[in-house]
């Protein structure tokens, strides 16, 4: 990846640690990966058991529908029901939050009412212990300024309690001037840098960078390397992700990963390239990569691990995944939450 750059390896150099943190591998969004789920988790009702199949592989999961809508918290509360108790999620904040609503050319501040919602739906992830990290996207025209600084602040002041963490799309925040105060910044703050794998295409796009900002996470999510569509608008996000990482490439973030987690600092990696089963397929690439154990994959998985790699996968981390639950076992959800949508 042509100028990824590591601070986390300096951090550990710089802290001598010997002990290593938990790595959990997951992807952004459950619903709609394809060629992963049983057929008959792709019909009426039973697309609520879609979570509960994802957590049969998975540890990790990114909330991404809370970015278009507020969920009602009984919504929430069927989330954490359909999940294993050492299940974890990363929910992202919801688009007035994050200066994505614009009104006259300018972001639209959110009103009491959406911040009021938005962290009265965090409530039964907090109770449950499941909530890890508060995950904030800002869009490519949140620049590097003091009104852009300000609001970050605010952001932190939003969530005492929570563990905050910032995603940039815009250059300005990673100049050669401008990036050691930004990482001041966000240690300042207590927040955790999401560092991203994305198309690198001029101002709107962040570089690969993988920094320890917060010793309570690091995060490394990874959108994709699809030049052609990276600012494509379409009916799902899926063709705008459309790409399946290699295990070379996946591969170049391994060092940075790593080094995190020697110095102590728990990581989340996430898959964000949701067309067809790819954020699938790549994560248990990266648990493979990273010796993040995972059951076996389903066979629909493998199919697409052997097309990719020409042989048939030698697949040999973890075992079998815990059987299903059975139906009488299974809690229902107060409403229908099945229609998810992906993150920008």
Not at 123 to 128: M, N, T, Y
Not at 132 to 149: G, M
């Amino acid at each position: 990846m042509q100028g990824f750059s590591n601070p986390a390896l300096q951090s550990v150099e710089a802290c001598g640690c010997d002990v290593t943190a938990p790595i959990l591998v997951g992807t952004c969004n459950w619903a709609d990966h394809t060629d992963f789920y049983p057929p008959e988790l792709e019909r009426g009702t039973r697309q609520r058991d879609k979570l509960s199949f994802y957590a049969r592989y998975f540890p990790l999961v990114e909330i991404d529908t809370t970015f278009y809508g507020i969920p009602k918290p009984s919504v929430v509360s069927g989330w954490v029901q359909r999940t294993p108790d050492d299940f974890r999620f990363n929910i992202k904040a919801y688009r007035s939050l994050t200066g994505h609503e614009r009104e006259q050319g300018h972001a639209r501040r959110p009103t009491s009412d959406e911040e009021r919602d938005f962290l009265a739906a965090l409530e039964p992830l907090r109770d449950s212990g499941k909530l890890v990290a508060v995950h904030y996207q800002f869009p490519p025209w949140f620049t590097n300024k003091p009104s852009a600084r300000d609001w970050l602040v605010t952001t932190r002041e939003r969530h005492p309690d929570d563990t905050v963490a910032i995603e940039f799309r815009h250059r300005s925040w990673f100049t050669a001037d401008a990036w050691p105060q930004t990482e001041d910044l966000l240690r300042e703050l207590d927040a955790v840098y999401v560092g991203v794998d994305a198309p690198q295409l001029g101002s709107g796009t962040a570089p690969p960078v993988l920094a320890i900002t917060s010793p309570r996470l690091c995060i490394a999510r990874f959108h994709g390397r699809n030049y052609q569509t990276w600012y494509k608008q379409g009916p799902t996000s899926g063709d705008r992700f459309d790409y399946l990482y290699r295990p070379d490439e996946l591969g170049e973030w391994v060092p940075a990963i790593r080094a995190a987690s020697e110095a102590d600092v728990p990581v989340h990696v996430l898959l964000n390239n949701n067309r067809s089963n790819y954020a699938v397929v790549n994560a248990f690439d990266m648990a493979a990569l990273l010796a993040a154990p995972l059951p076996r994959p389903p066979e629909p998985v493998l199919a697409t691990l052997a097309a990719r790699d020409g042989r048939e996968p030698d697949w040999v981390a973890g075992s079998e995944p815990p059987p299903e639950p059975a139906r009488a076992d299974r809690p229902e959800a107060a409403e229908d939450d099945d229609q998810l949508r992906l993150s920008l």
